[in-house]
């Protein structure tokens, strides 16, 4: 199959050797499991459970809320030991609203009906299987995917795109995923093909996984599925990155993959929403990898969904050497941690300690406008230019050129000579037009709220003259009416 040429990217060292001949182990369940109620894109999850209660593996301990965001379930069995706010895997070190489950050991599922022939299910059955198992998008979206399936089918999606690029450096989870369990993502593929209708559908892996390229094409034999080796670069793991690569399509500006008729998942969401619909089993783990320089023992870890990180770095030997920087993620678009103490949610697809070798240098000097920051921007963006103009206060003119199309994949940072952290410029603007638009509303809101105190108020004024007109007109009747009667006796 011919490729199309792709706009930017970058060749980062891809260290990927430290993890990617180990096969998956799973982790030993940890006493106690801090699962958040917020891990998708969305509205957070309603909590259904009271402390004290005993609850099974797989038993539905948050609701979804609203159109888009997806429920929440129990990873082991065991007793709710607390709900309340824990420590989220975020630079603030700010924390969200969590359920803490104290494992019993027994770890008992909760009784689930398996589907014989899943592909006799209607396409909502499948839909609505993905959205109760409380599926998002495990390549680091978190979209919920039965939003994404049902909103597909609306639209008439005729392209179904499984990436299996997986370009982050060091992260091995997907690639030990389909050279382990071909079959299952195949067969979740083709339950998303009919689910959405699509008439074409291709998985994309970079060319640097030949077991997984090998092992995918085999048991995609005699199918619908279009097993194609894609370049390995960075940030092919970006979804217009791999239709562009696949099919020579844009996305437009501000749109939707689905405004050109195309849908992208991730390999191991196509694995969970296997287990969904035929099994069905909820999302309550996920695969990923724990690597870096200061891992004593990297590997790529079956992983209960609430587990801290502290637990993965424990079970993988500890560390060799004190860690320069623990990620969550990779480190490209990775979150920096300053504790292990936070859980992996259901969009971990890695945790990292790096050397400060690693890391390297990151003493910023002054720009030499050189343009490689251009030259690597995938989305066509001028970095420079964006920098410039946030660092003189004017957001608004980087918002018009295109701040806002800004992916944050870090290319224009990674190719810099002077080390200018562009990325953290862009991240920073963005968080105070976030900040912008929230005080509008705010405004607005209180604009609102003013209002209707004023038209409350008149509405009382107006109503108390009414009624005092009405008691007027009342007295005066009465008054008419005795006089009436006076003149009548008279």
Same mark, same amino acid.
């Given at each position: 199959?011919?490729?199309?040429?792709?706009?930017?990217?970058v060749?980062?060292?891809?260290?990927?050797?430290?993890?990617?001949?180990?096969?998956?182990?799973?982790?030993?369940?940890?006493?106690r499991?801090?699962?958040?109620?917020?891990?998708?894109?969305?509205?957070?999850?309603?909590?259904?459970?009271?402390?004290?209660?005993?609850?099974?593996?797989?038993?539905?301990?948050?609701a979804?809320?609203?159109?888009?965001?997806?429920?929440?379930?129990?990873?082991?069995?065991?007793?709710?030991a607390a709900?309340?706010?824990?420590?989220?895997?975020?630079?603030?070190?700010?924390?969200?609203p969590?359920?803490?489950?104290?494992?019993?050991?027994?770890?008992?599922?909760?009784?689930?009906r398996?589907?014989?022939?899943?592909?006799?299910?209607?396409?909502?059955?499948?839909?609505?299987?993905?959205?109760?198992?409380?599926?998002?998008?495990?390549?680091?979206?978190?979209?919920?995917?039965?939003?994404?399936?049902?909103?597909s089918?609306?639209?008439?999606?005729?392209?179904?795109?499984?990436?299996?690029?997986?370009?982050?450096?060091?992260?091995?989870?997907?690639?030990?995923?389909?050279?382990?369990?071909?079959?299952?993502?195949?067969?979740?593929?083709r339950?998303?093909?009919?689910?959405?209708?699509?008439?074409?559908?291709?998985?994309?892996?970079?060319?640097?996984?030949?077991?997984?390229?090998?092992?995918?094409?085999?048991?995609?034999?005699?199918?619908?599925?279009?097993?194609?080796?894609?370049?390995?670069?960075?940030?092919?793991g970006?979804?217009?990155?791999?239709?562009?690569?696949?099919?020579?399509?844009?996305?437009?500006?501000?749109?939707?993959?689905?405004?050109?008729?195309?849908?992208?998942?991730?390999?191991?969401?196509?694995?969970?929403v296997?287990?969904?619909?035929?099994?069905?089993?909820?999302?309550?783990?996920?695969?990923?990898?724990?690597?870096?320089?200061?891992?004593?023992?990297?590997?790529?870890?079956?992983?209960?969904?609430?587990?801290?990180?502290?637990?993965?770095?424990?079970?993988?030997?500890?560390?060799?050497?004190?860690?320069?920087?623990m990620?969550?993620?990779?480190?490209?678009?990775?979150?920096?941690?300053?504790?292990?103490?936070?859980?992996?949610?259901k969009?971990?697809?890695?945790?990292?300690?790096?050397?400060?070798?690693?890391i390297? $240098?990151?003493?910023?000097?002054? %720009? *030499?406008? !050189?343009s490689? &920051?251009?030259?690597? #921007? =995938?989305?066509?963006?001028?970095?420079?230019?964006?920098?410039?103009?946030?660092?003189?206060?004017?957001?608004?003119?980087?918002? $018009?050129?295109?701040?806002?199309? %800004? *992916?944050? !994949?870090?290319? &224009?940072?990674?190719? #810099? =000579?002077?080390?200018?952290?562009?990325?953290?410029?862009?991240?920073?603007?963005?968080?105070?037009?976030?900040?912008?638009?929230?005080?509008?509303?705010?405004?607005?809101?209180?604009?609102?709220?003013?209002?209707?105190?004023?038209?409350?108020?008149?509405?009382?004024?107006?109503e108390?003259?009414e009624?005092a007109?009405?008691?007027?007109?009342?007295?005066?009747?009465?008054?008419?009416?005795?006089?009436?009667?006076?003149?009548?006796?008279?």
């Amino acid at each position: 199959m011919n490729l199309f040429k792709l706009r930017g990217g970058v060749h980062p060292q891809g260290r990927k050797e430290l993890a990617e001949k180990h096969a998956i182990r799973q982790l030993p369940m940890p006493e106690r499991l801090f699962v958040p109620l917020q891990q998708h894109v969305g509205a957070p999850a309603q909590p259904l459970v009271r402390v004290g209660d005993q609850v099974l593996k797989g038993q539905l301990i948050g609701a979804g809320q609203g159109f888009i965001s997806a429920p929440v379930h129990a990873p082991t069995s065991g007793r709710i030991a607390a709900i309340g706010d824990f420590s989220a895997a975020h630079p603030s070190g700010l924390s969200s609203p969590t359920v803490t489950i104290e494992a019993d050991g027994l770890d008992n599922w909760l009784p689930t009906r398996s589907v014989d022939d899943p592909f006799a299910l209607s396409p909502e059955e499948i839909a609505n299987a993905v959205g109760a198992a409380g599926i998002v998008g495990l390549g680091g979206a978190t979209f919920p995917s039965a939003v994404k399936l049902s909103l597909s089918r609306k639209n008439n999606v005729h392209t179904l795109i499984i990436n299996g690029g997986e370009c982050e450096p060091y992260i091995t989870c997907d690639d030990r995923l389909m050279q382990e369990r071909a079959a299952e993502i195949i067969e979740g593929v083709r339950l998303i093909r009919y689910a959405v209708g699509a008439t074409r559908v291709m998985v994309g892996i970079e060319d640097n996984k030949p077991v997984a390229l090998r092992e995918m094409q085999a048991a995609a034999a005699g199918t619908e599925v279009k097993i194609v080796a894609v370049p390995a670069m960075y940030p092919m793991g970006w979804d217009k990155q791999m239709i562009r690569a696949l099919t020579g399509c844009e996305v437009p500006a501000d749109g939707r993959t689905a405004d050109i008729g195309m849908l992208v998942h991730n390999v191991a969401t196509a694995f969970a929403v296997r287990d969904a619909v035929r099994f069905g089993r909820p999302l309550v783990s996920r695969v990923l990898t724990v690597s870096g320089g200061a891992i004593a023992t990297p590997a790529n870890l079956q992983v209960p969904i609430g587990a801290l990180v502290e637990d993965l770095f424990s079970f993988c030997g500890g560390f060799s050497q004190k860690p320069a920087r623990m990620v969550l993620g990779g480190p490209m678009m990775g979150v920096e941690l300053f504790t292990a103490a936070v859980p992996v949610v259901k969009g971990t697809s890695g945790v990292l300690a790096l050397t400060q070798q690693e890391i390297g $240098s990151t003493q910023a000097a002054p %720009c *030499i406008r !050189c343009s490689n &920051c251009v030259r690597a #921007c =995938p989305v066509g963006l001028l970095p420079l230019e964006l920098a410039a103009h946030i660092r003189s206060g004017d957001s608004g003119a980087a918002v $018009s050129r295109g701040l806002k199309d %800004c *992916i944050a !994949c870090g290319c &224009c940072s990674f190719v #810099c =000579p002077s080390h200018i952290p562009l990325v953290h410029y862009f991240n920073f603007a963005k968080g105070e037009l976030m900040e912008q638009e929230r005080g509008k509303l705010k405004q607005s809101a209180t604009k609102i709220l003013a209002e209707e105190r004023l038209a409350r108020i008149e509405r009382i004024e107006r109503e108390r003259l009414e009624a005092a007109a009405k008691r007027k007109a009342a007295r005066e009747a009465k008054k008419r009416a005795e006089q009436m009667s006076k003149m009548e006796v008279a």
